[in-house]
């Protein structure tokens, strides 16, 4: 519940002096819970010299001490409580303060409280809040409440703070998103009218796993019941930055036939997400092609590694390269195992078929292809056969299929 003050200041005349109580306007407190009621006055200079003569009262409804005793809730002279579990006033009223505790307040509370001093035989009224318990506690107010869009490596200061109307038993502020970085201070700070609130600061520095993270600050406080009462706020927090995690979806993904259709896709987490895309393959200087997605008919040239980069207004980004397998082409990244290949050029190169002359002898055993020597072992011997010099290369790999 919330516990109201609404203060009106109230001025009395005794001797033709003034005396003035100053206390806040409004008061929130929580039923099951206790309420601190900040309170000061004023007295006359010397009035206050015998400190063992001074004590202090709180009433309901009536500010005549006298009137009705059974409107006394707490009597400083004879130390008698009534209707609350206990009430403490732990200002020094020597020192004109008179800063109270009303503790396990309940619905049943709500009223007109007076607050008086007795001195020896000088009584003073000094002032009344209206005490209104509600069972909902107020929400916590998150700053910035609108945070405007913040930079990677940004610094981000938030600001989550409670009322706290008993502060001996002052909420907990918690958070719902802690980023990596984060550094969190808690602070109960005094206001203006003399109540107290519960601050709790959580600074980092902004990445871009933060960005349109929900974070919600939640003040929960402690009753003197089986429930606990909480209040939560809640913002969205956006960070702008350069693409990360750009990556290649490759579609079909298995090998592909000639003639068969394949699209690529380049993703990219970018803000703002207003991103430029360019496609190319290793080995070739210009560009592909432009746009996320990149789609062709496959021949056998299509065979190789492709990559992409994302580009906003913060930067850019190029992914891993991914290879694109042809159904039937040899595969050079894969082992092969040892071939003995009989070569009709005799500077040590293969060439291709259409160059080569279908072979006079049956016993002759020809093996055409293309074979990037830079990646490959190689040795070769030579035989003389009545006077014909013939070469052999040998071709070794790590013997994997």
Same mark, same amino acid.
């Given at each position: ?86 009430? $403490? ?239 039937? $082409? ?24 259409? $160059? ?46």
């Amino acid at each position: 519940p919330v516990l109201y003050s609404k203060m009106s200041l109230f001025i009395f005349m005794f001797s033709e002096t003034n005396f003035y109580a100053k206390l806040p306007g409004k008061i929130n407190a929580l039923s099951g819970s206790c309420v601190q009621i900040p309170c000061t006055f004023d007295a006359p200079k010397n009035t206050l010299k015998d400190t063992e003569n001074i004590f202090g009262c709180w009433m309901k409804k009536n500010h005549a001490f006298l009137s009705q005793d059974s409107l006394v809730v707490f009597n400083g002279t004879s130390n008698i409580i009534k209707g609350f579990n206990y009430i $403490e006033i732990l200002g020094n009223l020597s020192q004109l303060e008179c800063t109270t505790v009303f503790y396990d307040v309940m619905n049943n509370h709500t009223d007109n409280y007076y607050f008086r001093v007795e001195i020896i035989r000088v009584n003073w009224i000094l002032s009344t809040p209206t005490v209104c318990p509600v069972d909902v506690p107020e929400l916590p107010v998150l700053t910035p409440t609108d945070l405007q869009e913040v930079m990677e490596e940004g610094t981000v200061n938030l600001s989550c703070s409670a009322e706290a109307p008993c502060p001996k038993q002052s909420p907990t502020i918690s958070w719902s998103y802690i980023p990596e970085s984060a550094h969190i201070t808690r602070k109960l700070q005094e206001k203006p009218d003399k109540t107290q609130s519960v601050f709790s600061y959580m600074t980092f520095k902004a990445s871009y796993k933060d960005h349109r993270k929900n974070i919600s600050c939640t003040a929960t406080y402690p009753r003197n019941t089986s429930d606990v009462s909480s209040a939560e706020t809640t913002m969205m927090l956006r960070v702008l930055f350069s693409p990360k995690e750009t990556r290649i979806i490759i579609d079909p993904s298995d090998s592909v036939s000639v003639g068969t259709n394949v699209t690529l896709t380049c993703k990219s987490e970018a803000s703002p997400n207003e991103i430029n895309y360019t496609w190319y393959k290793r080995g070739q200087e210009k560009e592909l092609d432009f746009g996320e997605q990149l789609t062709f008919n496959v021949n056998r040239r299509s065979g190789g590694w492709y990559f992409c980069t994302a580009k906003n207004m913060h930067g850019n980004q190029t992914s891993e390269e991914i290879q694109l397998i042809v159904a039937g $082409e040899i595969n050079l990244d894969v082992p092969l195992l040892c071939t003995h290949t009989k070569s009709i050029d005799h500077h040590g190169a293969f060439v291709m078929a259409e $160059e080569l002359e279908t072979p006079k002898d049956e016993n002759d055993m020809i093996h055409y292809g293309e074979i990037d020597f830079s990646t490959l072992q190689t040795k070769s011997t030579t035989e003389k056969i009545s006077g014909e010099e013939t070469i052999y290369a040998e071709v070794c790999g790590s013997g994997k299929n």
